[in-house]
C-alpha cells in the first residue's frame, strides 16, 4: 500500500498523537495507490484551481503561475509575470469565437492583478498601482463583472476596466467574499460582515454598503456559501455562524471549544476544571445540507437544516487542518499542516450512543454570548441521537511540507499542493493498471501483435 514505498513521517510539531488516527498499511476504501510528483515552483504553493476536465493551475509565493495537464502531469505553460508572491486566484469564463473559455485572474503582493489566457500562456489584461494587495476574488458571471477585495472592494468588468470601488479601513482588510441573492455580495472585514449592494444598471454598476454584521467576537477566518437561503462563517476562536442570505438574521450559532483535562485523572471532569481551548475555523466545506468546519486540528460536521452536530473528532490530523471536501454518500477528505491528506466516512454509531451529557458537551460547547443577545442561549442538549462517528478510511503520505489545499478530478485523481515547493497527483491504481492494459492491447492489436 502507500505507505510501503513511501515511507512512514513524523507529525510537525509535539502535538498529541491518537492511536485511533493510524490506519495501518492496509487501506480497502483507499484507492489513491499511485502518485505522481510534479516540480516547478520554487516556494510554497498555496492555490490550486481547476480549469477544465484535464487541466489544473498552481500558484504561491514564488510569483509563477504553472498549467499542467493531470492525466501526464506535463507542465503546459509558465505564466510569468509577478514579481512577488501570489495572493489569491480564480477562474474566469468568457466568450470567445462563439464558445465559452476559462481564463486565470491572479492577484500578486505586487499590488497588480492580472488575466491570462490558459490556452497560449499570454497575459491578456494587466492592472498595476494599486492601493493594496488583494486578498480575495470573487467572479459574478450572470452580471459579468468581477471583484476584488483587499482594503478596498473594486468591481471590474470583463475588459478588467475598474466600475467603482469602496475604501474599507480595518487592520485585515476583506478577507473573503460571498455572492448572495438579489444582488447583494457578503464581505468578511475583521470580526464584521459587511452586506453590499450591487446596483446595475446597463453598464453602470454601483456598490453600497447596507448592513454590518457584528455578532463575532474576534477575527473571522472562513466564508461560504451553503446554498440559495444560507451562508455561514467562522472565526478565530471557534465562533460558527449560519445566516440567512436574504434577510442577514442569524439561523445557527455555535462555539467549538476543544477541551483538554487539567491534570485531573478522574474519567469524568466538570467543565469548570477543564482548560479550555479555542480553536479557528481555517476552512469550511458543504454540500447545501451539512457543513464541514476544520476547526484547528479537529472536524465539526454540522446539519444546517436540523440545526444539529452530525459529527465531530477533536483530533483529525496531527496539526491544523487547512483544506476540506464533502464527497458523496458520506465521504469527507481533509489536509493539513501535518503533510497528508485523509479521507474519511461518516458512519452511524451503534446503539447506545456515547453519552452526549459528558462527551459531547465536554468536547464542544455551544455558549450564548455575554455581550450580545442577538441569539437565545443555547441548552444542554441531553442526548443527540443523530450523531455519527467520522472514521478514518485513508491516509495519503506523500509531501514533506504542510498541504495548503487540494482539487478533485474524479476518476482522473487528486491534485494537492504543499510547502514543500511540489504538487502531487494522486490516481487510483487499480484503474491506471486497467487504462496501462487496454493501451498495451490497443498498441498490439495496430500492430498486429495479436
Request: with cysteine; hydrophobic share 40%.
Amino acid at each position: 500500500m502507500l505507505r510501503w514505498f513511501l515511507g512512514g513521517r513524523e507529525a510537525q510539531g509535539t502535538v498529541e498523537k491518537s492511536a485511533a488516527l493510524f490506519i495501518g498499511e492496509e487501506q480497502p476504501k483507499n484507492c489513491f495507490t499511485e502518485m505522481q510528483v510534479l516540480k516547478g515552483h520554487f516556494d510554497i504553493v498555496r492555490f490550486l484551481v481547476q480549469i477544465d476536465d484535464l487541466r489544473v493551475a498552481s500558484a504561491g509565493d514564488d510569483g509563477l503561475v504553472l498549467v499542467w495537464n493531470v492525466e501526464t502531469g506535463e507542465c503546459l505553460y509558465e505564466l510569468r509575470g509577478h514579481t512577488q508572491q501570489i495572493t489569491a486566484m480564480t477562474s474566469y469564463p468568457y466568450m470567445r469565437g462563439g464558445s465559452t473559455h476559462t481564463a486565470l485572474i491572479t492577484a500578486s503582493s505586487d499590488r497588480t492583478l492580472s488575466l491570462w489566457d490558459p490556452d497560449t500562456g499570454n497575459r491578456v489584461q494587466n492592472v498595476s498601482d494599486l492601493q493594496s494587495s488583494v486578498k480575495c476574488l470573487l467572479v459574478l458571471d450572470r452580471l459579468d463583472v468581477w471583484l476584488s477585495g483587499g482594503n478596498e472592494l473594486c468591481v471590474w468588468n470583463s475588459d478588467f476596466e475598474l466600475q467603482c470601488k469602496t475604501v474599507h479601513h480595518s487592520d485585515t482588510g476583506i478577507s473573503a467574499m460571498v455572492e448572495l441573492p438579489k444582488n447583494f455580495i457578503a464581505a468578511a472585514m475583521d470580526k464584521e460582515i459587511v452586506i453590499v449592494k450591487m446596483n446595475v444598471s446597463g453598464s453602470d454598476v454601483a456598490i453600497m454598503p447596507m448592513r454590518h454584521l457584528s455578532d463575532h467576537q474576534d477575527t473571522i477566518r472562513s466564508l461560504i456559501n451553503i446554498n440559495d437561503g444560507l451562508f455561514a462563517s467562522g472565526s478565530h476562536i471557534g465562533e460558527l455562524i449560519v445566516w440567512d442570505s436574504v434577510d442577514w438574521t442569524i439561523q445557527a450559532y455555535e462555539h467549538i471549544l476543544w477541551e483538554e483535562p487539567a491534570g485531573d485523572s478522574q474519567s469524568e471532569v466538570r467543565l469548570t476544571h477543564q482548560k479550555q481551548i479555542e480553536r479557528s475555523i481555517q476552512h469550511m466545506s458543504t454540500d447545501g445540507e451539512l457543513l464541514v468546519a476544520a476547526v484547528g486540528s479537529g472536524l465539526f460536521v454540522y446539519n444546517v437544516q436540523m440545526k444539529n452536530v452530525v459529527a465531530y473528532r477533536k483530533i483529525a490530523h496531527d496539526s491544523d487542518v487547512l483544506h476540506t471536501m464533502l464527497q458523496e454518500d458520506g465521504q469527507l477528505m481533509t489536509c493539513s499542516e501535518d503533510g497528508s491528506v485523509r479521507m474519511w466516512e461518516l458512519q452511524d454509531l451503534p446503539l447506545p450512543a456515547e453519552p452526549a451529557s459528558s462527551g459531547l458537551f465536554g468536547m464542544f460547547g455551544t455558549f450564548g454570548r455575554s455581550s450580545k443577545q442577538v441569539c437565545p442561549p443555547a441548552k444542554k442538549v441531553p442526548e443527540v441521537p443523530s450523531l455519527r462517528s467520522l472514521e478514518l478510511t485513508g491516509d495519503l503520505i506523500g509531501h514533506s511540507g504542510a498541504v495548503q489545499m487540494f482539487v478533485s478530478f474524479k476518476e482522473k485523481g487528486l491534485v494537492t499542493c504543499s510547502t514543500d515547493h511540489l504538487l502531487i497527483v494522486w490516481r487510483d491504481g487499480e484503474l491506471q493498471s486497467q487504462l496501462r492494459s487496454l493501451a498495451l492491447f490497443h498498441k498490439l492489436e495496430e500492430h498486429q501483435g495479436l
